[in-house]
Structure formats: structure tokens, C-alpha cells
């Protein structure tokens, strides 16, 4: 008699790794939009500097209480490179200059300046880090770029645009990318909490100059305000940044800056749900050609089922 071999069930760790990287990316593309409605709020009475400061600091403690409950303590020695480049690039430099940026110039012309960062990161992560530029990357994130400048176009005020401004959002994109791409090879020695508490303490550190705009602009800002910067840093700071990193170490910075194109889409949801601003035609138009984009720069997953990718945020 001839028996059939029962299959043996999926490793349970392939089967985790589906659905875990997608639901970290879609956790960080959702926060990082919800942000933009939270910096609203807050950044009409902090300054952009006190504002960073008083996010990070909340960050901080945050990520530092988790840490000490999980007993991970010190990343090795090897990921401090990138601990401290991410650091003072993305978290320090890039939320001090985009705060200060959009209090130049209008979101509109913010999101179309910041939207060069994906560009930019899958850039760098070819020429640095050896990353690929498959053909379909490169369509979707020229896709979702133009969905991006139909949105900032579509929200753009009538006033003039200063070249300050203009030049500060630059500056936030460059330094955006360049954050993501010198944190990708740290998370090889080290783990997402480890990369993400340190880079946010170090953001933290190099803000400190802030601190006394931040004591007296506390003493005179809505109770409304604060919350929303407490809100920035546990969420949109301590968690987001967190399966940001969990996510990037399990794919390319290039199909991860991608991923981001999804948070102009889902700004322009928020600000119709929870601000009542109605988005006009033009406005849904771009966001679709955001999320379309998106789409197509993930498909490379089908030929590559073996490759714990991220999918796009909805």
C-alpha cells in the first residue's frame, strides 16, 4: 500500500513576513499623512525649530520607554554610522527646515518640492547602496510625481512663493533622502526600535538649541497645540518612524520612498473627513494618479514572491 506524504504547512515565519512589512508601510503611510493636518495645528503657535524639538522629545521618550520594557538596549557598533547620519539628517535638519519651509511658501508648492525625495532616495540607493532601478519603479514614481504636482497645483494658494521657502523645502527633500538611504545599512546591525529610539534621540540632541523657544512658547500655546505636537511624536515620530524602518529593511529605499507617494491621497481624504475642507476635482484627480502609481512600482512582488516587500498604502 501506497501512502501520500501529508504537505507539510508554509514556515509560519514566510507566511508573518506577508503580512507584516505591508501593514508596517500602510502604518507609516497613514501617520505621516495624518501629520500633516497635526502640523497645522501646532505650527501656528510654536515656531518651526521648538515645534521639532518638542516633537522629538516626545518621540524620544516614547521609543525609551519601549525600549527599556523589550530589554534591546545598544545597537552594535557597526550601525552607529548610520544611527547618527539618520539622526541629524531626518530626524533633526528635515523636520526643523520642512517646518519652517511651509511657513514660506503654500502646501501646495511644500508637497510638489518634498515629492522629489522619493526621486531622489531611489537615486542614491542605486549609486550607495547598489540598489536596482527596475523599469517599473521608475514608472510608477514618475506617475505618482505627477499626481503629486496635479495635487500641489489643485491646493496651491495665490500668493507668491518665496525663494526661501522654496529653497528650504529643497533642502527637506535632500535631506529626507539622504536620511533613509544612510539608515538602510544600520538596520543590518541593528534592530527597527534600536535604529529608530537612537536616530530620534540624536535628532533630539541637535535641536536642544530650541529649547528655550520651546519653554516660552509652551506657556502661551493652546492646549490643542501641544496636544498635537505630543500626538506628532508618539505617533507620526515614535510609531511611524519605527515600521518605516521595520518595512526598509526588508526592501529597497527606492520601492519604500515609492510607497510614500500614497500620503498625498490620503492627506487629501483626512483634510475632506476631518478639517471639512472638500477637495475639489482636480485635488481627487492627482490623488488617484498618486495611489496609481504606487500600485505599479509594487507589482515587481508577483515575480518576486520570495522578497518580504511592502505593499502600497490604501
Known amino acids: 500500500m501506497t501512502t501520500t506524504p501529508p ?6 515565519t514566510a507566511s508573518r513576513r506577508d503580512w507584516r512589512a505591508p501593514a508596517a508601510a500602510c502604518t507609516t503611510v497613514i501617520l505621516w499623512a495624518s501629520a500633516f493636518v497635526s502640523i497645522r495645528s501646532a505650527g501656528e503657535a510654536y515656531s518651526p525649530g521648538a515645534l521639532a524639538l518638542g516633537r ?5 521618550l516614547t521609543l525609551g520607554a519601549i525600549l527599556l520594557v523589550r530589554r534591546e538596549g545598544l545597537p552594535s557598533r557597526a550601525a552607529w554610522p548610520g544611527v547618527i547620519g539618520s539622526g541629524l539628517l531626518w530626524f533633526g535638519l528635515y523636520m526643523v527646515v520642512l517646518n519652517w519651509g511651509e511657513q514660506q511658501v503654500d502646501a501646495g508648492t511644500a508637497a510638489m518640492i518634498v515629492n522629489v525625495g522619493p526621486i531622489l532616495m531611489a537615486l542614491l540607493g542605486a549609486r550607495l547602496l ?3 532601478l527596475p523599469r517599473r519603479l521608475l514608472t510608477g514614481m514618475a506617475v505618482s510625481f505627477a499626481g503629486a ?3 500641489g497645483l489643485s491646493m496651491s494658494g495665490h500668493g507668491g512663493s518665496s525663494v526661501l521657502g522654496v529653497l528650504l523645502c529643497l533642502l527637506a527633500a535632500l535631506s529626507y533622502a539622504g536620511g533613509v ?4 545599512p544600520a538596520l543590518r546591525h541593528g534592530s527597527p526600535l534600536q535604529i529608530t529610539t537612537f536616530g530620534c534621540l540624536i535628532g533630539t540632541v ?9 519653554v516660552s512658547e509652551a506657556a502661551d500655546a493652546p492646549l490643542s497645540a501641544t ?8 505617533f507620526p515620530t515614535a510609531l511611524a518612524f519605527t515600521t518605516w524602518a521595520y518595512a526598509l529593511a526588508r526592501t529597497t529605499a527606492g520601492r519604500m520612498g515609492a510607497t510614500t507617494y500614497a500620503v498625498p491621497a490620503l492627506v487629501v481624504l483626512m483634510s475632506w473627513l476631518l478639517l471639512d475642507e472638500v477637495p475639489a476635482l482636480l485635488t481627487v484627480a492627482g490623488g488617484l494618479l498618486c495611489l496609481a502609481g504606487v500600485a505599479v512600482s509594487r507589482t515587481r512582488a508577483r ?3 520570495g522578497e518580504a516587500e511592502p505593499a502600497a498604502a490604501a
Do not use: D, W
Not at 541637535?206 to 520651546?214: E, I, N, V
Open 149 to 151: 504636482v496635479v495635487v
Open 130 to 132: 547598489g540598489e536596482g
Open 181 to 184: 538611504v544612510i539608515q538602510k
Open 206 to 214: 541637535a535641536c536642544l538649541p530650541f529649547t528655550g523657544a520651546l
Open 7 to 12: 504537505v507539510s504547512p508554509a514556515p509560519p
Open 227 to 234: 496636544l498635537n505636537m505630543v500626538y506628532l511624536g508618539v
Open 303 to 305: 515575480r518576486a514572491r
Open 56 to 60: 522629538l522629545l516626545a518621540g524620544t
